[in-house]
């Protein structure tokens, strides 16, 4: 079966920095948008970043010139790059991708099962 699993969570003072990564394993025909998302206690869960098969970036605006996505296509992994961050980036991360698995006739959409980033002020 396909699964997600981030690594790279942990607390980190304000102003660090920290990097997630996500491995997707299992049969894999095809990786297309890869992200990552993000929920706070109480909030709904939010888009932080999103990264298409060839390359291209989308950044909620709270991260932008901050965070970093990016991914590698061969390894079917995506990362995110966290500078600079704040309390407010508090969050359990998600890992999300579209992809498409052998006999397939259209992409699903999986998530992995979270990791916890912890900004301390």
């Known amino acids: 079966q396909v699964q997600l699993v981030e690594s790279g969570g942990g607390l980190v003072q304000d102003g660090g920095s920290l990097r997630l990564s996500c491995a997707a394993s299992?049969?894999?025909?095809?990786?297309?948008?890869m992200g990552w998302y993000r929920q706070a206690p109480g909030k709904q869960r939010e888009l932080v970043a999103t990264?298409?098969?060839?390359?291209?970036?989308n950044y909620d605006d709270s991260v932008k010139g901050r965070f970093a996505i990016s991914r590698n296509n061969a390894k079917k992994m995506v990362y995110l790059e966290m500078n600079s961050l704040k309390p407010e980036d508090t969050a359990v991360y998600y890992c999300?991708?579209?992809?498409?698995?052998?006999?397939?006739?259209?992409?699903?959409?999986?998530w992995g099962q979270g990791t916890q980033v912890t900004v301390s002020s």
């Open positions: 999300n991708a579209d992809l498409l698995v052998p006999g397939a006739l259209s992409y699903s959409n999986y």
């Open positions: 299992g049969r894999i025909f095809s990786l297309n948008v």
């Open positions: 990264i298409a098969s060839g390359g291209t970036t």
